[in-house]
């Protein structure tokens, strides 16, 4: 069964542009989160989608964004970049709502913004 | 004060070693405990998953929690020059998928 698969895997942007970071889950699994780390922070948690609806949101401006389609691939839109951004962004699914179902990451996509 | 707090180390210890990485948390609503595996540039790796007190066994790997203490710890036995990683412990509570984390630990096995 192949993994979490994220697109792209690099990312170098300008202060000021958007940007949008894809994930496609585990084959069925239903629910999509998205997390930031950075070495200051480490890994926070940004928003978790089921069934195309945002079921959680963390402590993030409303720059981040995202979006999850029928077929459960999801996307994040960062728009006005800023240079504290740039972070490895990851994704996990998880086959349903929640409860005790693991998550998978997957490899991440680093957005480096100057 | 965060709500899952871990030594970020850098812990260096000698192949063969037992390692323990370890986290304390305040939520008393967090139910499923984890601990994944980051290596450089990568994704974090579930490594175990936990949902009540007590140890779980897996291979080279002992995880333990104590609810009552609200304290999680890592065991690796046999520690390899491969496990050379950063740690981290997930938590989460019974409601949605959102993880909590602990800032890892960096660890490396030395030959």
């Known amino acids: 069964k192949a993994g979490v698969t994220q697109t792209p895997r690099y990312l170098i942007k300008t202060r000021g542009q958007q940007v949008t970071l894809s994930c496609s889950p585990i084959s069925g699994h239903r629910s999509v989160s998205w997390y930031q780390q950075t070495p200051g922070q480490g890994l926070q948690f940004l928003f978790e989608?089921?069934?195309?609806?945002?079921?959680n949101k963390g402590n993030f401006p409303g720059r981040f964004s995202g979006r999850q389609f029928s077929n459960s691939r999801s996307e994040m839109n960062v728009s006005t970049l800023e240079l504290g951004d740039s972070a490895l962004y990851l994704c996990?699914?998880?086959?349903?709502?929640?409860?005790?179902?693991?998550?998978?990451f997957g490899p991440g996509t680093r957005l480096t913004v100057l | 004060q965060k709500e899952v707090e871990q030594d970020p180390g850098p812990l260096s210890v000698p192949e063969g070693a037992i390692v323990s990485l370890n986290c304390t948390y305040s939520n008393s609503a967090f139910q499923y405990f984890m601990w994944y595996r980051q290596y450089s540039r990568k994704g974090p790796e579930l490594l175990m998953y936990t949902y009540s007190s007590g140890n779980k066994e897996d291979g080279r790997f002992t995880a333990q929690v104590d609810k009552s203490s609200k304290y999680i710890s890592l065991f690796i036995r046999d520690s390899q020059p491969s496990d050379s990683a950063t740690y981290l412990c997930a938590l989460k509570t019974g409601g949605g998928n959102k993880l909590t984390f602990g800032t890892g630990t960096q660890l490396k096995v030395e030959l």
């Open positions: 996990a699914s998880t086959s349903w709502a929640g409860g005790s179902d693991e998550q998978f």
């Open positions: 989608y089921f069934s195309e609806t945002q079921r």
